[in-house]
């Protein structure tokens, strides 16, 4: 069972990479097919994913770390490259693969027809961003990253059109930029530590010499600065809500999980690298990741109050999240991680619905239509006939089913009960104000109070953008007609909210996990010992 679980782990990188090859290989005319092999390949790398969460979340000691190493080459860590699925990756797979079958759903009704490879490219996106979240060291963490956001560049311009060109520009220049940032901080680390493996550097920094410290410090701030880049930390996010408005629905939807690419390395290395085990490094960082945080949720707080488009507000909604996220991991305590894990899952699914949700509701009022029309005649198919445009069934009752998921939008950007939103802001403000649990003396950090009035803050201005908008969109007299919904265009939808939903209606078992994956994120000690200790496959007796 262990050695099956652990050749599992290679699987959600090596199926879409297969998938992708293959699909770049069919004619452009093989629509259904290619449509198919990507939903039947995602569909795929679901199961993998929870396959693999149960592995690592098995029933053990508690406190004990369960993790699945694939040594590639079976060379032993540090020496070859590792992949490692513990609770955080494995929960990034799941979440990624649920988003990944909702945006391919969506497309299938329209977007995937506006421009060629849209399959190879949404698979070799997966790609990037599964073996990021598997990776063990740190240059395929840039390999990764850098297939991910090649991929991702096809994908935003998407559909063609000088606004999604402008964004694209822009988007692909910064990334760039992060990418030159990303190679210099690795260069100083591995100049100074002799190792890029993650659990290996891990255990020489806190043994580094006070003099060599600063450089590895320098390479971690510089490293740093190019996830904080991806992660929308203010002053650097001026190009995520141009560039998330600008690109197709299903491609926004997907994009929701790459701002938490960003988040998830910044929270992995900030742990590994510099808790508390790390000596005179330990804590490296923290205050900027908490103070940063905080100016961004209000920075974006502001931009979502200020949004007059909704594309635009969901922009300045994918801000308040990661920045909400960044603060967590400032804060540096494991309570306060299990509740941000918490809201990590609830507000990328529900940005996601948000993204796929805001093309069908401005459809009724001409916009998406117009979008699409541009966006076809760009690739040649203006003639076509709408009927043959459109695969599926037209949704009855579109406005109330359109009205009651935008209402639950709201209450769950705005974090107001009883949903997982809520959920998730009650457990970080619950350990804030009481970091050594109920009924305990312990004194209550200053900064406590600042962070949760911008938590509060930052729903209230989602509930009043979210209340302004619905009523502009479903209440005033507008000239428009009833946007013609197919049944697999709301389905995903639907189905991104009702797992907030079971997020709600599980909060108890969900947050047990969490706690658990944050106090070994805290404590990583099992996390570099299953590394540096897993045994190759021949030593295992395996035959070669």
Request: net charge negative.
């Amino acid at each position: 069972m262990r050695l099956w679980s652990e050749h599992l782990v290679i699987a959600p990188i090596l199926i879409p990479l297969i998938v992708g090859a293959i699909l770049v290989l069919l004619d452009e005319k093989r629509r259904v097919a290619k449509s198919m092999i990507s939903v039947l390949s995602t569909l795929a790398l679901l199961v993998v994913a929870v396959q693999m969460m149960r592995y690592v979340s098995a029933a053990h000691a508690p406190g004990a770390s369960i993790t699945a190493v694939y040594m590639l080459g079976n060379w032993p860590a540090p020496f070859g490259i590792v992949l490692v699925a513990d609770r955080l990756s494995a929960m990034m797979l799941v979440l990624t693969a649920l988003l990944a079958l909702a945006s391919l759903i969506f497309s299938l009704a329209r977007w995937h027809k506006a421009g060629p490879h849209f399959h190879t490219l949404f698979q070799l996106l997966l790609m990037g961003l599964n073996g990021a979240f598997l990776t063990g060291d740190l240059f395929n963490l840039f390999v990764f990253f850098e297939v991910m956001l090649a991929a991702s560049y096809g994908l935003l311009l998407h559909g063609s059109g000088p606004t999604r060109v402008k964004a694209g520009l822009h988007y692909i220049a910064v990334n760039l930029a992060a990418a030159l940032l990303f190679l210099i901080g690795v260069s100083l680390i591995y100049g100074i530590t002799g190792t890029l493996n993650m659990a290996d550097l891990a255990a020489r920094i806190p043994d580094l010499p006070h003099e060599n410290r600063i450089l590895l410090e320098a390479g971690g701030a510089v490293l740093g600065v190019a996830f904080l880049v991806k992660a929308g930390m203010w002053p650097l996010n001026f190009w995520l809500p141009p560039a998330y408005t600008a690109a197709a629905a299903p491609v926004a939807a997907i994009f929701a999980v790459m701002s938490k690419l960003g988040v998830y390395v910044i929270l992995r290395l900030s742990l590994l690298l510099f808790g508390e085990q790390a000596q005179e490094s330990a804590g490296f960082g923290f205050d900027v990741l908490l103070y940063g945080g905080m100016i961004t949720m209000a920075f974006g707080a502001v931009g979502v109050v200020a949004s007059q488009a909704l594309g635009r507000l969901a922009g300045y909604s994918v801000l308040v999240s990661s920045g909400t996220l960044l603060a967590a991991v400032g804060w540096g305590s494991a309570g306060v991680t299990a509740g941000a894990l918490f809201y990590l899952v609830s507000s990328t699914l529900t940005i996601a619905a948000f993204f796929l949700l805001i093309e069908l509701v401005e459809r009724g009022q001409d916009a998406g239509a117009n979008v699409l029309a541009v966006t076809m005649e760009a690739y040649g198919d203006a003639d076509e006939e709408e009927e043959d445009d459109e695969v599926g069934v037209a949704m009855p009752g579109t406005l109330a089913a359109l009205g009651i998921c935008f209402g639950m939008c709201g209450i769950l950007l705005a974090g107001l009960p009883p949903l997982s939103g809520f959920i998730a802001k009650f457990a970080m403000m619950s350990s804030m104000f009481n970091p050594a649990g109920l009924g305990s003396d312990a004194a209550i950090r200053p900064s406590a109070w600042w962070l949760v009035g911008l938590i509060i803050l930052s729903g209230l201005s989602a509930l009043i953008a979210m209340t302004r908008a619905g009523i502009r969109t479903f209440w005033a007299s507008i000239e428009g007609t009833v946007p013609r919904v197919l049944v697999m265009e709301m389905a995903p939808v639907i189905l991104l909210l009702f797992l907030t939903v079971m997020l709600t209606l599980e909060a108890g078992s969900v947050m047990a996990y969490l706690e658990e994956t944050a106090r070994n994120l805290h404590v990583p000690q099992g996390y570099m010992h299953d590394v540096m200790t897993a045994p190759g496959m021949l030593q295992e007796g395996a035959q070669p």
